[in-house]
């Protein structure tokens, strides 16, 4: 089974620079998580869609960060412009309702690097 | 408050032994669910164990087993021989049911490394 793909693996960008990072979820799963993992702060939830609605986007950090979830199976977490802070490795994982125990499945991340 | 804490920055474990990764949790919802991950050197978060909070049962899967203390808000992940693949960061984390949600909140990992 396809498990959460995430692209690119790797970006290498300069400041100022747009950034978009994609997501394809588990097939039938309604829920998808953006996360961000740093040294410094650990595991953040940026934001999660449930049925492609964003319930929860406290996480995000500023107004340079969006996020969309056009359909069931494709997000996009974007970036303008770019900042060397937000150098991080970014993660997506769905999960589904019902069974409880469900865990999130994450994609492999993405490795940001904002010279 | 931390909802997960996990104390241990970084653990050693001798090839072939047990070794228990501590973490400690703080709801007030009686129904919850703790989970726990693996991350190696390579980078990806893999599901290792769940445990609910009205299982009456401790969790195993596998050589991976939970020492599930209610009363004490603890969720202990048990290593049974230890080999040198497990060497990785460990992530408790945990959800609560209360809001409808399923956001994990996660803890700030343990370092494990396994000895030959």
């Known amino acids: 089974d396809a498990g959460v793909i995430q692209s690119p693996r790797h970006e290498v960008t300069e400041m100022g620079q747009e950034v978009t990072l994609r997501c394809k979820p588990i097939?039938?799963?309604?829920?998808l998580f953006w996360y961000r993992q740093t040294m410094m702060r650990g595991l953040e939830l940026l934001i999660y869609?449930?049925?492609?609605?964003?319930?929860?986007d406290s996480g995000m950090p500023e107004d340079r960060f969006s996020a969309k979830m056009p359909n069931a199976s494709f997000s996009t977490l974007k970036i303008q412009p770019s900042e060397p802070r937000d150098s991080a490795v970014y993660f997506c994982a769905s999960s589904s309702t019902g069974e409880e125990g469900q865990p999130q499945h994450f994609g492999d991340g993405t490795r940001l690097s904002i010279l | 408050a931390q909802k997960i804490t996990q104390t241990q920055p970084g653990m050693f474990v001798q090839e072939k032994e047990a070794v228990t990764l501590d973490c400690t949790y703080d709801t007030s919802d009686p129904s919850y669910g703790l989970f726990w991950y693996k991350q190696p050197s390579s980078g990806e978060m893999i599901f290792l164990i769940y445990q609910g909070s009205y299982d009456q049962q401790n969790a195993t899967e596998g050589r991976y087993s939970l020492n599930f203390q209610k009363a004490r808000k603890s969720a202990n992940l048990v290593i049974s021989a230890s080999q040198l693949g497990d060497s990785a960061m460990y992530f408790c984390a945990m959800r609560e049911a209360e809001d409808s949600s399923y956001k994990l909140i996660f803890g700030s990992g343990t370092r494990l490394l396994v000895r030959p």
């Open positions: 097939s039938g799963h309604d829920y």
């Open positions: 869609f449930n049925n492609n609605v964003p319930i929860d």
